[in-house]
């Protein structure tokens, strides 16, 4: 009898450990629309032949992605580049940290009415996302383009208070990122991040009047998670499957130079 209870008893330790270990071989990530979603779905695929299940949670919001990581509803994400992360962090006290480099996508300045930036009337309507990081990129987008000067030692997170130079007085108009392509009709031009211009049909490398550069480019994407949880093997195979080979080429081919790998 003895003997039969320590059986039983080592076959529920068996599969107390069995299901312990699946719980432990699933994640949640919270990823952006469009682009993001495509991307993440061939990483599911990746992730599944090494033994990791992946749930990707899609976002169409800059600011509910890193709330949802901080307070646990996800374990993590992948839709932000550096200064975004660093900016949340720095204003909302989230402890999260990045974990690894997926892609650039350099962001373009468009135009429904002038075919170059060259083009656009003094006085232009000019949108830019209203976050801090995306708003002060496209602004020194702009300065680079010799349309605007900002004041000196600005860094990467200028804002419309610190231009000094508007030689064609262009207005600035600040709206919500995802807005931005919905906008563009009633605006001269508007600076889009690539994720968003992609779910418009719009593609940075054929469309824009304007584009960042895509080398050396500060504004790196990354695989966040929570700062507590950055040492887990778990996010080392979930960093292995971005970072594969397969994903390299899928990235490549699918978007045609508009998003770039960076690792």
Do not use: C
């Not at 992948?78 to 204003?91: E, G, M, T, V, Y």
């Not at 060259?118 to 232009?124: K, N, S």
């Not at 208070?161 to 995802?178: Q, S, T, Y």
């Not at 994407?221 to 080429?249: G, H, W």
């Amino acid at each position: 009898m003895q003997n039969k209870l320590v059986a039983i008893a080592a076959g529920v330790l068996t599969i107390m450990m069995s299901v312990s270990a699946a719980a432990q071989d699933r994640l949640k990530v919270g990823v952006s629309g469009g682009d993001g979603e495509l991307i993440w779905a061939k990483v599911k695929e990746v992730a599944k032949r090494r033994g990791l299940d992946i749930d990707v949670v899609v976002f169409n919001d800059y600011l509910l992605p890193n709330a949802a990581l901080d307070g646990g509803d996800l374990d993590a994400n992948a839709f932000q580049h550096r200064p975004f992360l660093d900016n949340q962090i720095k204003s909302r006290g989230y402890h999260i940290v990045a974990i690894a480099d997926t892609i650039v996508e350099p962001i373009g300045l468009y135009s429904l009415k002038s075919k170059s930036i060259a083009a656009l009337p003094d006085g232009a309507s000019i949108g830019i996302p209203n976050d801090p990081s995306n708003g002060g990129r496209g602004l020194l987008l702009l300065q680079q383009q010799g349309q605007i000067r900002l004041r000196d030692g600005v860094g990467i997170l200028p804002s419309v208070r610190d231009i000094v130079a508007n030689p064609k007085k262009f207005k600035f108009r600040e709206l919500d990122a995802a807005q931005l392509p919905r906008s563009l009709p009633d605006l001269d031009a508007a600076i889009i991040n690539t994720n968003y211009a992609l779910l418009a049909n719009l593609n940075p490398q054929r469309d824009a009047i304007a584009v960042e550069s895509r080398t050396n480019n500060p504004y790196g994407n990354v695989i966040a998670v929570r700062t507590r949880d950055k040492d887990k093997p778990i996010f080392k195979t979930l960093v292995a499957a971005y970072q594969s080979d397969e994903i390299r080429q899928f990235i490549l081919t699918q978007f045609h130079g508009a998003i770039v790998p960076v690792f």
